[in-house]
């Protein structure tokens, strides 16, 4: 039989043959959507890590029951592989609770709301008693220069209210806290305030690690609460000359063996080819480390759980990487870097989530230009899981490293406004996550996990 030609209809075969890929890629996020939004078990594995291990500062006895429970969540949702990778890690501990306070001119005391700055040195059974000085830069310190000596400095750096993204905030004033003890000692201070790094006026004092210069004297350094803060700068207004106390108890101890914990689905056509996706399961002491970084953690066993659930083999390997000691080292990230540059790894594509389990927003982008571009040309499959936003980033402190050996880098950028209530505080507990905005940040982060799976960078 003569085969008759039809432009119309090779024009619309082209067409479908077009959009074909897109069509399906859509259908494949939604079932991944719908099997994490029913089946998840990322809640529950959240619950188990905040109420049943809670705080998980590196080096505890807590770190080391997180490392094998999340071993466990990973063998439940079907890795291939799990296995432990070892690190040596600082061991940091707070010891008996913190107190200060400021004298007034009448004779009267404030308590203080504080908390000692992680990896500090501790006072001494006496504390530290002396002028309080403050500064709302660090080049205010600078110009002071050894006029701070035998005082106590007050870093009195707000985050910055009209930064829309907090994360910038954090980024830029958190100044005072990571370099100022170093500096004021420096200059000849016995100690060091810090306002905390809080985006809310609250009466929570956020903790977080300094950084001690060896050039200089290890000074003790405290966190007070935004409110505290507030009224310290006010009072100083009033008065010549205020003095302050504080006594801290924290040392550090020998570094101590610990565990990055992973997990993988092995690649069926490029296996040789690895995508990262991660979280740290060290947490800050104050609190059960739920949004710091323990739906992070979930999140990245979630993908796992959801790929295996739905019998999706993806081309490339998957690795769900549980990191430790990113709050007060970053020696899992080292690690995990030395096995990869040792066991000659290709790894292609890392995403990380350390921005706290609320609503889904976007991912931050570090990578070159062409692969930022692919990344964005499927920004329209995420639309209807709120996560479409696709803009220049950074992926985060634990697959920072991997830019290194070429690794394209991704944040999982979740809305920010309610981060910094809970960072570091002791407000940072699992009763602060919702379920419902923990899984669909999951559904982004599978999403996105798969697409680079199937079509690479």
Not at 131 to 153: D, R
Request: net charge neutral; with cysteine; proline share 4%.
């Amino acid at each position: 039989m003569k085969k008759l030609f039809f432009p119309g209809l090779f024009f619309l075969s082209l067409l479908g043959s077009a959009t074909y890929g897109q069509v399906s890629d859509s259908v494949r996020i939604k079932n991944i959507s719908d099997e994490v939004m029913v089946n998840s078990g990322a809640y529950a594995n959240l619950r188990y890590l905040c109420k049943q291990i809670g705080p998980r500062l590196s080096g505890s006895a807590n770190a080391q029951k997180a490392v094998e429970a999340t071993a466990r969540m990973l063998r439940e949702a079907g890795a291939d592989t799990v296995y432990l990778q070892p690190c040596m890690v600082p061991h940091w501990v707070r010891g008996a609770k913190e107190a200060g306070f400021i004298r007034q001119a009448n004779g009267q005391k404030y308590l203080l709301r504080l908390c000692a700055l992680g990896n500090t040195v501790g006072t001494g059974k006496k504390g530290i008693d002396a002028e309080i000085v403050e500064v709302k830069s660090m080049a205010e310190l600078q110009q002071l220069g050894n006029a701070v000596k035998g005082k106590i400095v007050f870093f009195n750096i707000a985050m910055n209210p009209t930064y829309i993204r907090t994360f910038r905030a954090y980024g830029e004033n958190g100044v005072g806290r990571r370099a100022g003890p170093a500096q004021a000692a420096r200059y000849g201070a016995i100690g060091a305030m810090v306002r905390s790094l809080a985006s809310n006026e609250d009466i929570h004092p956020h903790t977080g690690a300094t950084q001690y210069n060896d050039s200089f004297p290890k000074i003790p350094a405290v966190a007070i609460s935004t409110a505290d803060a507030v009224w310290l700068s006010a009072a100083l207004k009033k008065s010549n000359k205020l003095t302050g106390s504080f006594t801290t108890n924290c040392m550090m101890l020998a570094d101590a063996p610990s565990f990055n914990v992973i997990g993988e689905i092995r690649g069926t056509k490029f296996p040789k080819e690895i995508i990262t996706v991660g979280g740290h399961l060290d947490s800050w002491d104050l609190a059960e480390g739920a949004q710091d970084d323990g739906t992070g953690c979930m999140q990245s066993i979630e993908v796992i759980r959801a790929l295996k659930a739905l019998g999706i083999k993806p081309q490339r390997t998957i690795r769900a990487v549980m990191f430790m000691n990113e709050e007060n080292g970053g020696r899992g990230a080292d690690a995990y870097l030395e096995a990869a540059k040792k066991n000659n790894e290709q790894h292609i594509f890392a995403l990380e989530s350390d921005a706290g389990g609320f609503t889904p927003r976007g991912f931050g982008l570090d990578m070159p230009e062409t692969k930022k571009d692919k990344i964005r040309s499927w920004s329209s499959l995420f639309t209807d899981y709120e996560g479409n936003e696709m803009v220049n980033g950074g992926g985060g402190s634990d697959i920072g490293p991997l830019k290194k050996i070429g690794a394209a880098l991704a944040g999982f950028m979740p809305d920010s406004q309610r981060y910094f209530d809970v960072h570091h505080a002791e407000t940072d507990t699992f009763e602060a996550v919702s379920k419902r905005e923990l899984d669909l940040g999951a559904v982004n982060m599978a999403a996105l996990v798969w697409l680079v799976s199937e079509y690479g960078l």
